[in-house]
């Protein structure tokens, strides 16, 4: 069974740091690429991140580059997205997704085969 898991959202203080976590189960990071998505309410699902299967490639949307690291564990089979000085704009849903093959940026969410349920990050004073 293929399964995503994230944790690791909350609360924090404009400047703060979070690190988001993505457990996969039923399918292995080598073969599938994972890609971190944002949805803040009243908007568009929007690509943050993603790490690419083959070589570990990684790609920033422009709005977190500088601030947002994404890395993968391959042994726990887990990705994770460090987010350092965080701001209100940041505050959403976070979803990690999962997009068999490798990718060379970071796809439309149509073409992620597998979702997680989503972790809240809410930055706010």
């Known amino acids: 069974q293929v399964q995503l898991v994230e944790s690791g959202g909350g609360l924090v203080q404009p400047g703060g740091s979070l690190r988001l976590s993505c457990a996969a189960s039923?399918?292995?990071?080598?073969?599938?690429?994972i890609g971190w998505f944002r949805q803040a309410p009243g908007k568009e699902r929007e690509g943050v991140s993603c790490?690419?299967?083959?070589?570990?490639?990684?790609y920033y949307t422009d709005s977190v580059k500088g601030r947002f690291t994404i890395s993968r564990d391959n042994a726990k089979n887990t990705v994770y997205l460090q987010m350092n000085s965080l701001q209100p704009e940041d505050t959403a849903v976070y979803y990690c997704?999962?997009?068999?093959?490798?990718?060379?940026?970071?796809?439309?969410?149509?073409?992620?085969?597998?979702w997680g349920q989503g972790t809240q990050v809410t930055v706010s004073s």
């Open positions: 997704a999962a997009q068999a093959g490798p990718v060379t940026g970071i796809d439309s969410a149509a073409w992620y085969d597998y």
């Open positions: 039923g399918f292995s990071l080598d073969y599938y690429s």
């Open positions: 790490i690419s299967s083959s070589d570990g490639s990684t």
